[in-house]
């Protein structure tokens, strides 16, 4: 049964940084496309980033693009979301997402496109 558990929210002030953590099992991710999504209250579960599976390249959603780092440790099955300069907007449940697939070089932005999904991790960021 594979599983995605996130970790690492918490309440932080306006231009803080925060790491959060996915974690895998079930299966090995190594070879797929893991990305992030949040959702805010009253809005759509939007797509912040993913991490492809050839060497770790990464794309990002334009609000996140130079504040948001992913990186991923295959050895430990786990793909990391470091979030720099966090404003009030970036306040959500963020949520972690893997592909079944393997060995893609297509970009995924939507969240149709992940089959298996975290629980989520508040992220507050108070102004």
């Known amino acids: 049964q594979v599983q995605l558990v996130e970790s690492g929210g918490g309440l932080v002030q306006a231009g803080d940084s925060l790491r959060l953590s996915c974690v895998a099992s079930g299966r090995s991710f190594s070879s797929s496309t893991m990305g992030w999504f949040r959702q805010a209250p009253g809005k759509e579960r939007e797509f912040v980033g993913a991490?492809?599976?050839?060497?770790?390249?990464?794309y990002y959603a334009n609000s996140a693009k130079g504040r948001f780092t992913i990186t991923r440790d295959n050895a430990k099955n786990t793909v990391y979301l470091r979030m720099d300069s966090l404003k009030p907007e970036d306040t959500a449940v963020y949520y972690c997402?893997?592909?079944?697939?393997?060995?893609?070089?297509?970009?995924?932005?939507?969240?149709?496109?992940?089959?298996?999904w975290g629980q989520g991790t508040q992220v507050n960021v108070s102004s």
């Open positions: 997402a893997a592909r079944r697939d393997t060995y893609s070089g297509n970009y995924y932005y939507t969240r149709n496109e992940y089959h298996y």
């Open positions: 991490t492809r599976w050839s060497g770790g390249s990464t």
